[in-house]
């Protein structure tokens, strides 16, 4: 049984902060910021991970935002560390805040945008074996609560990594068979809850399958049947459609890429598949990666003016709209960019 489990106060909790937030103000509002905050500041567990949210991805802004967040998405799971490092555990908890924890204990400084983070202290005196330990049973005991696909694909991200590596395997075998039923190797398990993720619609779970297709088709042989390839491609194809689809950046420029130039890059290589080039998808899914931006946007706005420069030729207001967006999101685009 998992030593991380929750009483149910957190359904109260969940209770209170529909009637005190969500109803009078809805979800996002300034004015729903404000109260989540209050409510946090008395304890209320939900009111914490949501608060934690908002500063972890800079809805509030906060000069160490990692660690502040992770402090109180340990408040919010009802854990804490002692001067000696023991982890103090309380039931009175809210199960949502499991995964974003055991996010941040895979990720810190090795992964994501957590690769720059700021110290946090518990994490840093953890081991690597001690890190993925704790995050796999967080990311377990998390899915006995709730359907949480971002659980899932951590699961998985952590079998692969262990997978490849005996000596962490062996450090933290017993936590993967007291948590994980053993059905097959790690790797295979691992794109098993890949998929899980993935169909429930978690982007970043498909963006892996999509990753690892693109590595199998790189290592395919010139004498791999023609069938087998097309049906690695059309895999490839499928999985970065899910992420595209719901506006992922990073997919759907790599989609556009590919229907633009039949590009897909893999651990052995580049290859390229012109029979699926198709420039009015490319031209879609680029403007699909600029409409909920991030730095990969900076690429599909880089792509649409090198492939599509002709829409730009005659509206200068155009171009300089597109490269203001490129020096904001990624500076070392925006140099690339001005030399097309």
């Known amino acids: 049984m998992s030593r991380f489990k929750c009483d149910g106060s957190y359904k109260d909790d969940m209770n209170e902060y529909t009637e005190a937030v969500f109803d009078k103000y809805g979800a996002s509002s300034r004015s729903a910021e404000r109260e989540v905050m209050i409510l946090a500041d008395e304890g209320n567990t939900v009111a914490l991970k949501l608060y934690a949210d908002m500063i972890f991805y800079k809805k509030i802004l906060r000069k160490n935002a990692y660690r ?53 202290d518990l994490i840093d005196k953890m081991t690597l074996a001690e890190r993925l330990s704790m995050a796999l049973e967080l990311a377990v005991a998390s899915l006995q609560y709730a359907v949480i696909p971002g659980a899932l694909n951590l699961i998985g991200l952590i079998l692969y990594e262990v997978s490849g590596n005996e000596d962490l395997y062996k450090e933290i075998k017993d936590v993967i068979e007291e948590n994980i039923p053993i059905k097959s190797s790690l790797a295979d398990m691992a794109e098993e809850y ?81 029979a699926y080039t198709d420039t009015a998808l490319a031209k879609e899914y680029f403007n699909k990666a600029t409409v909920c931006p991030d730095v990969n946007s900076a690429w599909a706005f880089f792509n649409l003016i090198k492939y599509f420069h002709k829409d730009y030729d005659n509206d200068i207001e155009h171009m300089n709209e597109h490269m203001d967006y490129i020096k904001e999101l990624n500076p070392e685009v925006y140099g690339l960019a001005m030399e097309l």
């Open 68 to 120: 502040d967040a992770f402090a109180l998405y340990m408040e919010s799971a009802g854990l804490s560390a002692s001067e000696d490092g023991t982890l103090n555990i309380s039931e009175r908890a809210y199960p949502l805040s499991y995964w974003p924890i055991a996010f941040c204990l895979v990720n810190y400084r090795r992964g994501s945008f957590l690769i720059k983070s700021e110290t946090i």
């Open 194 to 274: 890949f998929k899980e993720a993935a169909q429930k619609g978690y982007v970043y779970a498909a963006n892996n399958l999509a990753a690892r297709e693109a590595d199998r088709i790189s290592k395919l042989t010139d004498d791999t049947a023609e069938e087998d390839l097309k049906e690695a491609v059309n895999r490839y194809i499928g999985y970065l459609k899910i992420s595209a689809d719901r506006y992922e950046p990073y997919a759907a420029n790599r989609l556009g890429l590919f229907y633009m130039t039949g590009e897909i890059k893999g651990k052995g290589g580049t290859t390229y598949h012109k």
